[in-house]
């Protein structure tokens, strides 16, 4: 009965180690410079990011999301999708038919002729040259020449349609009133398919050609495994709206919306669980890049995870003070540790500089929940030498020193 009573409680613990694992997975808040709503945000490496939204806004970074600069789209319509397509070229489709491209990552965008001044909420491109947005009243539009000419496409409905992606010659358009429409020739031809619900749906994500997601209003979660001929609701856990859907393999997968609600599957979407959220901002978009993962949304918010940020938070607990500790070891080689300690949640910057005052590294630049982190520091590009690190949160600054011995 003891041995029974004490493998029963070990696999208790086991459990509950997993189950805390499995909803712990850390979201961090960046800094992105803006207080404008974030409509679409994709990236082409975990380094170099767009995010487009409110008023011609366009957000950029090449360093992760550490840093997020200004880039000049020439309008102040609203930008409501973008699609990189390769490390030079971008397309974005906004509001009354906006169309604008780059050829250059951002540094100047061109406007296009869509055909139309309706709504364009979602932009997908297969290749360089072949793409569709997607809009309000049915709006389809098509260009095989990256983008010097649209044409328009007969979607068959004048629902809004609010996301459109493709695999192939096989594409899916969603929006309101459960609107699932389909297409096997480049939307030649589209035809409507049963989803089943009447709520609006928002996002879709396609996993293979069988098996496509679509997530919507409350909480609503459709899949399909046969192409589109039978769409099943998923329960998702939650009420809120979905706004975006991406998986980074066939089982994982990540939805955001309302209220900054994030929630995960590991077994293909067959069950959902909430995961703990550093914001209560409407998230509207959400990509992942090899494991790095980012969401925008409302008021400039822009959060991210991944396995090799290097934050770590040791403890939700409040601390007494505010305090950078020594990093350890030291001297270090090839690796060191900073732990700092944060009373209340603040916007915090962690930043290395040489001993000339010269900015080498900045290692975070966000929001942090109170509590305490470790950040693990491995600098492959610095040489040896004595360096300094600045802790800065809110008004209050540390300053600590470390020797690089390599």
């Given at each position: 009965?003891?041995?029974?009573i ?14 805390q ?30 995010s ?20 000049q789209?020439?309008?102040d ?9 390769d ?36 932009v ?17 539009i ?15 409905t ?51 050609y ?30 809120e ?16 919306g309302?209220?900054?609600?994030i ?21 509207r ?10 969401a ?11 396995e090799?940020l ?5 403890s ?14 030291n001297?270090f ?9 944060l ?21 975070f ?14 600098p ?26 390599k």
């Amino acid at each position: 009965m003891k041995k029974i009573i004490k493998y029963t409680s070990v696999l208790t613990v086991i459990l509950l180690f997993t189950v805390q694992y499995l909803y712990s997975q850390s979201w961090f808040r960046l800094e992105s410079n803006t207080g404008s709503h974030l409509f679409g945000i994709d990236f082409i490496n975990e380094n170099m990011g767009i995010s487009t939204g409110q008023n011609g806004e366009i957000r950029a970074t090449t360093n992760g999301g550490l840093m997020w600069f200004s880039l000049q789209s020439g309008t102040d319509r609203d930008l409501n999708s973008i699609d990189i397509i390769d490390s030079y070229t971008a397309f974005v489709a906004g509001q009354n038919g906006t169309i604008l491209k780059t050829v250059n990552l951002g540094m100047m965008w061109t406007s296009q002729s869509s055909g139309t001044d309706r709504d364009l909420n979602s932009v997908f491109f297969s290749s360089g040259q072949i793409g569709w947005a997607a809009g309000n009243e049915g709006t389809i539009i098509y260009t095989a020449n990256g983008g010097n000419i649209w044409i328009p496409q007969v979607s068959g409905t004048m629902r809004d349609l609010n996301t459109i992606s493709f695999t192939g010659s096989a594409g899916w358009a969603a929006g309101d009133n459960g609107t699932i429409i389909y297409t096997n020739n480049n939307g030649g031809t589209w035809s409507a398919q049963v989803s089943g619900t009447d709520r609006d749906l928002l996002g879709l994500r396609i996993v293979t050609y069988n098996n496509v997601f679509a997530v919507g209003t409350w909480g609503t979660i459709k899949r399909t495994t046969n192409a589109g001929i039978n769409w099943v609701d998923l329960n998702s856990g939650t009420g809120e709206d979905l706004h975006s859907i991406f998986f980074t393999s066939a089982y994982t997968g990540y939805a955001v919306g309302h209220s900054g609600i994030i929630i995960k599957t590991t077994n293909g979407g067959n069950t959902w669980y909430t995961l703990q959220t550093p914001t209560d901002r409407e998230l509207r978009s959400l990509v992942f890049v090899n494991n790095t993962g980012y969401a925008a949304g409302k008021n400039g918010e822009i959060i991210k995870t991944g396995e090799n940020l290097g934050i770590t938070q040791i403890s939700s607990e409040a601390p007494r003070d505010f305090m950078l500790e020594q990093n350890y070891p030291n001297p270090f080689n090839p690796s060191t540790n900073i732990e700092f300690s944060l009373p209340v949640s603040s916007k915090v910057n962690l930043s290395v500089y040489d001993i000339t005052g010269k900015e080498t590294a900045v290692l975070f630049n966000g929001f942090l929940e109170r509590g305490s982190y470790n950040y693990h520091f491995e600098p492959d590009n610095l040489s040896s030498g004595l360096y300094i690190y600045i802790l800065r949160a809110g008004d209050a600054v540390q300053t600590k020193r470390m020797l690089l011995v390599k």
